[in-house]
């Protein structure tokens, strides 16, 4: 299947480039095609699913004939495919309906988690906690029981036979700073260690809090980086901030996180010494509970 949010974030560059070579701003666009400019601004963001017809009407009225007109279509077709998370429209949350549309599709998945468990890792118990403590700082873009619905089938998508090559490595941090439970803690490692021991595909490396990370500075903040079978989708890289996700495509900003992440890979357990410090964990957590 086609990565519908790739495909948007070229047909974005596609439009934005015809518009430029025909000399026209965001507003002259829009008025040629009677919108408004916040539409051709966020079509050219990838922030709207496109119209196939819209999009037509946009190549004819630039003139765009051809293999070109063929080639953008085709892409306008792809980029406003469905996938399963579109059941759940936005009541999953803006950044998790991203998530899940990128794992999905992708042939490798690396993240670095700082300060929470990987969402298509998480039990539900685990999950109702987060929710908690979630509500206590602000008012919620998602809506919890939907949302945890959705963190369950991203987790059957991760374990399907044809699913993405998926490591994550974890912050020790994430285990002594969230404020849930001894029980809850113990019960999302046990989940965690027994889904990534289902498949081989899977693991996870724990960064000990007093492991020293090589050749420069820690990181500031979680990150997740993407790759693609298909040759024409390029890499993603998506940083996790308080308020949104920040989406990086450029060259020289993923090769800035690809040698951060394989700096924290360096530093971290290795997959079978990360399972048994998670294991001796959810131990000891289970004796003070």
Sequence with gaps: MPIPYVRRRRLAAEIRKLRESRGLTTDGLARL?????????????????????????????????????DRICQLAREAGQKGWWDQYGMSMGPRQKLAADLEYNAATVRSYDQTAMPGSLQCRPFIDALVKL?????????????????????????????GPTYETILDECVIHRLAVSPKVMAAQLRHMIT????????????????????????????????????????????????????????RGELARYNVMYDRLREAALPPEDSIAF?????????DQA
Excluded: C, W
């Design 33 to 69: 095609m009677f919108y408004n400019r916040a539409k051709i601004s966020r079509l050219e963001n990838a922030q709207i699913r496109p119209d196939l017809i819209e999009i037509m009407n946009i190549l004819d009225a630039l003139e765009v004939t051809g293999s070109q007109y």
């Design 134 to 162: 979630d509500e206590s700082q602000r008012t919620l873009d998602y809506q919890p029981e939907r949302m945890a619905e959705a963190r369950a089938a991203r987790q059957r998508q991760l374990l399907r036979p044809d």
């Design 195 to 250: 889904t990534v021991t289902k498949r081989n595909l899977i693991s996870v490396r724990v960064l000990l809090h007093n492991a020293r990370i090589p050749g420069g500075l820690p990181p500031q903040s979680s990150f997740y980086l993407y790759a693609f079978a298909e040759p024409g989708d390029p890499p993603i890289a998506v940083v996790d901030t308080v308020t949104t996700d920040l989406i990086l495509t450029q």
């Design 278 to 286: 998670l294991e001796q964990v959810a131990n000891r957590v289970t």
